[in-house]
């Protein structure tokens, strides 16, 4: 079983969509949990960065940890175009330079 | 603006060639790390350096050898004893309690 899940895509929504993108993971150490979006042919940019379980919103995007499931999600509002992208889910046990675990991504579009 | 900035974007190797990749970061970060890339597949670690003249191996550090001589450079040597060098290289540096901050990646291909 690999330390973390993400589903593959690719996904496909409408404009204006509320988009939800998951990760389910393994270590029940982790309690830094980190999103990041990457556009084709770019490096990862960071988009949510949270502690331990809860939600943490930042404009239209939330990100939700549950870790009595082991499982996160970040939710996108009101989706666009450029939203279009793999979004990558990451996680590490501490708060100094421990092992940063990335999820394979999911690939989103966004069709207008 | 500060960042991270990777050289070559784009890269071509020969069978039997050595290749350096470039990555000079301006945050002041102490850590910094190299990751590959491969379609369908998630990050996979290096090597990476949390101080300078110090650096660890990844989980795929075979065939790739890294220098850390300044606090603000960490290029990354591509081997001839890397078998599958064809990928998407990234270089990240990280301050505590933080992500990663990226680079834009080098394409290398094996030609």
């Known amino acids: 079983q690999k330390e973390v899940e993400q589903d593959p895509g690719p996904l496909s929504v409408p404009e204006g969509a509320i988009v939800s993108l998951n990760c389910t993971y393994s270590?029940?150490?982790?309690?830094?949990f980190m999103w990041y979006r990457q556009y084709s042919r770019k490096g990862p940019e960071l988009l949510m960065y949270?502690?331990?379980?809860g939600n943490k919103e930042d404009g239209r995007f939330t990100a939700q940890v549950d870790k009595s499931s082991k499982y996160i999600s970040l939710f996108i509002r009101d989706s666009q175009p450029s939203d279009s992208a793999t979004y990558l889910c990451?996680?590490?046990?501490?708060?100094?330079?421990?092992?940063?675990?990335f999820g394979p991504g999911t690939s989103l579009s966004v069709i207008p | 603006d500060g960042g991270i900035t990777q050289s070559p974007k784009y890269l071509f190797r020969k069978e039997g060639q050595n290749v350096t990749l470039s990555c000079e970061q301006n945050?002041?970060?102490?850590?910094m790390y190299w990751y590959r890339q491969d379609p369908g597949q998630g990050l996979r670690l290096i090597y990476y350096?949390?101080?300078?003249?110090?650096?660890q191996k990844g989980d795929i550090a075979e065939g790739y050898s890294v220098s850390r001589e300044k606090k603000e450079s960490f290029p990354l040597t591509v081997t001839s004893a890397q078998k599958n060098p064809t990928a998407f290289y990234l270089c990240?540096?990280?301050?505590?309690?933080?992500?990663?901050?990226f680079g834009s990646g080098t394409r290398l291909t094996v030609v």
């Open positions: 990240a540096s990280r301050t505590l309690n933080y992500g990663y901050t």
């Open positions: 270590n029940s150490a982790f309690q830094y």
């Open positions: 949270t502690y331990s379980s």
């Open positions: 990451a996680m590490s046990a501490g708060t100094s330079y421990d092992k940063v675990i």
């Open positions: 945050l002041n970060h102490d850590a």
């Open positions: 350096s949390q101080i300078v003249n110090d650096f």
